[in-house]
Structure formats: C-alpha cells, structure tokens
C-alpha cells in the first residue's frame, strides 16, 4: 500500500517499477483479465488523487484510468464474471463494467442498508460480497441481493473463494 505495482520475473529476487500514469500510487487490489491488467486505487484528498480503477494493457508498462461513471472513491476489490467486470468500493458500494470497465453503473441495494465490503467473488452470474454484516449473493449480475445469514457465527467476512459452486468464507 503506497508504493505502488512492481513486476518480479524471477520469483522475486529482482522487482521492476510498473507506475508510469499511476498519479498516487496506493493500490488495493491487482487482477488480470486476458491480456489486461487492472488495479483498485485509493482516493486520497491530501494528495489531490481521484480514486478508481485503472487499466494496463501492455503488462504494467502504462497506465489509464477507467473511471467513467465512477464516483471519486477507493476500491477495495475487482471481480470479473461472464463480460462483466465489478469493483467494491470503500463506502460499500458495488458497481459493474460491461464493457471492460470504459463505464460503470452501480448495481448496489443491499436489503438492510450500507455494509463495508471486504471482499468479491464471482462465479458464472452469481457474485458474492463478504461484509461486516456476513455474505450477501446477487444471482442477477447485481439487480437485488440476499443476505446470507444462516450460518456464520460472526458476521464479519473478510475473504471469500469461490469455484462453481464451492464457496468458502473466512
């Protein structure tokens, strides 16, 4: 956090430098989608840097922003799922691409108010979020959402994998 996207080829004994276009280099989360790198970046006021979602499409090398119809805020996870890609956002927000992140729109209403989202996983058009109020699913790319309570002990769910229809939550 702060230093920004470095790449080892080596498994790790070397580390190159990949922030060329990154403006305030805290990055909170790294995924890749075929060729296309992306990364969540924080909104950070004392440093005058707009938070969002940021593409690399030649390995790290250069950096756009993709933000269009994103607030100016930090996100805290990606998730990709069948042409879609979602980002979750610190003020617990979800939102969907579905056009490779050129514009999002956002895709939450969580049934009982704001929740913190630690973390996303997506399997076919199923997404999972892990909140501090437990799992909520979306079986409809995101239109409605349904909290999954029954089974946790305590609601706090900071990690989530899933693979088909195995998910696991911790």
């Known amino acids: 956090y702060g230093g920004g996207v470095f790449l080892t080829t080596d498994n790790g004994i070397n580390w190159i430098e990949k922030n060329e276009g990154i403006p305030i280099k805290a990055i909170y989360c790294i995924e890749f989608n075929n060729s296309n790198v992306y990364i969540g970046t924080t ?5 005058g840097g707009k938070g ?17 119809g994103l607030p100016d805020i930090t996100i805290y996870d990606l998730a990709f799922g069948e042409n ?12 969907k691409s579905n056009d490779n992140g050129q514009s999002w729109q956002s895709c939450s209403s969580f049934p009982y108010g704001s929740v913190m989202i630690n973390d996303l996983a997506v399997s076919n058009e199923n997404i999972f979020v892990g909140t501090h109020r437990g799992v909520f699913l979306s079986n409809n790319k995101g239109s409605n959402w349904i909290w999954l309570d029954s089974i946790f002990f305590s609601p706090v769910i900071q990690c989530l994998y899933v693979g088909g229809e195995t998910l696991y939550a911790g």
């Open 52 to 68: 969002g979602v940021m593409i690399s499409t030649d390995n790290g090398n250069n950096w756009s922003s993709i933000n269009e």
């Open 43 to 47: 909104k950070n006021i004392q440093l």
């Open 84 to 95: 879609s890609i979602y980002a979750s956002s610190q003020l617990g927000d979800v939102y």
